[in-house]
């Protein structure tokens, strides 16, 4: 045997691959091409084989294959450091496993939480990867001394830099959050609430041109929420609730977009070479202009709007650096996705429950009704709607079930730290964290009874409760860990329009049940819209068909 030896040359180059793993085209080419080839030609010179029409198939194919052989043999070997952590075989193989999953039929969430039942807190999903549920997460990953991300979020790469979601570097990141900061504190808000007004009543109006026949509630939700995140960030009207659709086409185009990151998060290492794909960022390309446009319109407009591009762009000089228009345009788009897609299905996934029990849809409307009598303009008071026990019960429970950030918050323990205990279970360096909001949600350590029920009362201070089928149990046996409610993350990374969110959500449910009955059209779409749930780096979901009527 010699150095040119397949099996001498391939554990040296499995070492080099398993250091440096090829995750730009250039080292890819490198190792899995030009190497093989180098040996080709050596072992031709030295007469190892007759011709290069022999050599060529011959050494490629040896070297692949035992190189795919040393990935495999080591990610399920006794050595591997999270050999002790139970998984599906193919998720200790290669993350390209869960990517599969993920971008199958969207329900990654899904088949995460059907492994932490089989194997229970902590679960090995990717060759370096753990889903943990375990409620210490929320000190050691989320915490203000937390771990940073993970690259799961390199797919939020963008030509004139990364969004403020991606960002992994944790000082960097909190630079980056202050003028978000600034664009969420009180003086914002209350512009922001003048926005929600407005959009509120843009939404009543179009409703009840629409009463007495079907129309998808789950749609006029997202008209909602994109029409005010369009006016919230960039003073922009959408114009969806005045037409009654999406003339722009951002809806469509949003759905692809997300599509394609749920799979390419998990296999971050992909994206450069996807850029080579024709048509593959075309979405995303198109986005990109969508941004371009509505920074474009808004600088026209000057700058006497106190809109979140004014913070972010650093109106009023509180940066040593401004940040230049592109990578402005870049947290605007997030700031559109993140915000409206969320919003709107949280607001869908609420209505979806009332009309799935209808107990609760009276509750709710008696406590809104008393909240504000003779039909008083709920949407004066925001202040009276945050004190209102039932309706954010009713909120968090719909969180709860269906936080719309479905997959993974991930976080990476990095080289150097020695590694992390997350309780009993110690983590090693250079292992992925992730939290499935799905999966913790309906732990039944964390929320119980009725764990995978909607039962708003969980959220309510009582000494007895009364479950749906009429028992009494007493407050020490409903066991609600606030600690682990993470719709909106947690620590120095939770999302940044938390307050914009529950502030929207509550004014629209009491402004739609202020002014509206309803009932569902189709009993089928009620009956599937759980099935039609699809994890798409935030939620995808069916149709919600009701018919609204005036209320008398
Ligand atoms: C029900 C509504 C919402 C939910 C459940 C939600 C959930 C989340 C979650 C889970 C994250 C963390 C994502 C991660 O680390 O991967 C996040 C981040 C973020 N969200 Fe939200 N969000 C909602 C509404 C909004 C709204 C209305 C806005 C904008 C006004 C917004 C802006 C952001 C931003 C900017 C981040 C990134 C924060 C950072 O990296 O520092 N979100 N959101």
Redesign the pocket.
Known sequence: MDALDPRIAIPIVYFIYKKYEPSSPRSAFFLLLALPGVLVVALRVCERFNSYATAVPTVYLAYWSLLSTFVVAYRISPFHPLARYPGPLLCKISKGWLAYVAGKGGKAHLYVQDLHMRYGEVVRIGPNELSITHQDFTRVVLGAKGLP?GP??DSRQHEAGM?????RDQAL?AI??RP?ARG?NTAAMKY?EELIRNTLSDLIVGLKQRTNRPIDISEWTNYF?FD??GQ??FTRDYGMLKNGYDKEGLLDLIEHAMQDSAWISHIPWSIPFLRYVPGASKYWDQMKAVGERAVADRVALGSNHRD?FHYLMDEDGHEAVRPTKALVAV?GQ???I???D??A???SHIVYFLLRYPIYLDRLRKEIDETFPDGADSTLDFTKQTNMPFLNACINEA?RLY???LAG??RRVEPGTGGKMIGPYFVPEETQVSLF?YSIHRDPQHFSPLTNTFWPDRWLSQEKYTLPSGDVISADEVVTNRDVF????QG???????N???T??RSVMCALLQHFDLKIADQSFLDSWEDKIEETF?TKRGTLPVILSLRA
């Not at 993470?486 to 993350?489: A, N």
């Not at 120095?492 to 938390?498: E, I, L, R, S, Y």
Request: glycine share 8%; net charge positive; aromatic share 10%.
């Open positions: 991300r799961y979020y969004s403020l979601d991606g960002m990141h980056r959050r978000w969420m922001y929420g005010f995140m919230m960030a979140l947290d997030l700031a559109i993140a915000g409206g969320t919003t299905t949280t607001l969180l936080p719309p950030v918050l991930q909001a993470i719709p909106f993350s120095p990374m939770v999302c940044a329009g938390k914009v969110a529950l929207e959500m935030t």
